[in-house]
């Protein structure tokens, strides 16, 4: 299974930026879909998921109403287009994928295979 994450880079306050991950040799209909991130000197922290069918979304409040978690299971692709972005959302994003339960949708340890990290970086 290989989960390929692309789309990050550097942008300024404000701006906008989409982020991919495309997954090889996966059933991925049959999976959730998750973006956590980790800062430099801080642990890893859920951004966005989207259950089997996109039909159900969970977000982080540091980015709800910000960031939009999306799949095309065409595609075996997932996406976060991320708007009005922070100095604070500077981050390694990492793509998850895995079978949670709702109560635990938001946990690192529920998701079974990772990309390998694209970093965002956003200036003031």
């Known amino acids: 299974v290989q989960l390929q994450a692309s789309g990050g880079g550097s942008v300024q306050a404000g701006g906008s930026l989409g982020l991919s991950c495309a997954a090889s040799q996966l059933t991925f209909s049959s999976y959730a879909m998750a973006w956590f991130r980790q800062a430099p000197g801080k642990e890893r922290e859920f951004v966005a998921a989207i259950r089997w069918t996109g039909g159900s979304t969970n977000y982080a409040d540091s980015v709800k109403g910000r960031f939009t978690i999306s799949r095309d299971n065409a595609k075996n692709t997932v996406y976060l287009q991320m708007d009005s972005l922070k100095p604070e959302d500077t981050a390694v994003y990492y793509c998850?994928?895995?079978?949670?339960?709702?109560?635990?949708?938001?946990?690192?340890?529920?998701?079974?295979?990772w990309g390998q990290g694209t970093q965002v970086t956003v200036s003031s």
């Open positions: 998850a994928a895995g079978r949670p339960i709702t109560s635990t949708i938001t946990k690192a340890r529920s998701y079974i295979y």
